[in-house]
Nanobody, 120 residues
Framework: VQLQASGGGLVQAGGSLRLSCAAS????????MAWFRQAPGKEREFVAL????????AYADSVKGRFTISRDNPKNMLYLHMNNLKPEDTAVYYC??????????????WGQGTLVTVSS
């Protein structure tokens, strides 16, 4: 599946953004979709994931209570609602699709990334 992430931008600390990820087709029933991010000079890290069918979710500790992952199945869209943004959230955010309920990088398909910059 091809993924297209969008919605990044420049926001002040404490602000909010919503990232979107459009999938080219409906993922298979047990697919898992996720958001990862990569800050300058750092490795890519897990942010959040959701299972398409059950909507079970998981979050990185650093974003719990601030970020919410959601999915609109009929529209083949994945979202990441980000609130109370901090400068350390600055990164390129990637959406991904796979079959494992996993926080590691073992996803099959990746979007191109969208840049989020949080100013202090």
């Amino acid at each position: 599946v091809q993924l297209q992430a969008s919605g990044g931008g420049l926001v002040q600390a404490g602000g909010s953004l919503r990232l979107s990820c459009a999938a080219s087709r409906r993922p298979f029933t047990n697919a898992v979709m996720a958001w990862f991010r990569q800050a300058p000079g750092k490795e890519r890290e897990f942010v959040a994931l959701i299972r398409v069918s059950s909507r079970s979710t998981a979050y990185a500790d650093s974003v719990k209570g601030r970020f919410t992952i959601s999915r609109d199945n009929p529209k083949n869209m994945l979202y990441l609602h980000m609130n109370n943004l901090k400068p350390e959230d600055t990164a390129v955010y990637y959406c991904a699709s796979g079959s494992k309920f996993s926080t590691s990088n073992d996803y099959d398909d990746w979007g191109q990334g969208t840049l989020v910059t949080v100013s202090s």
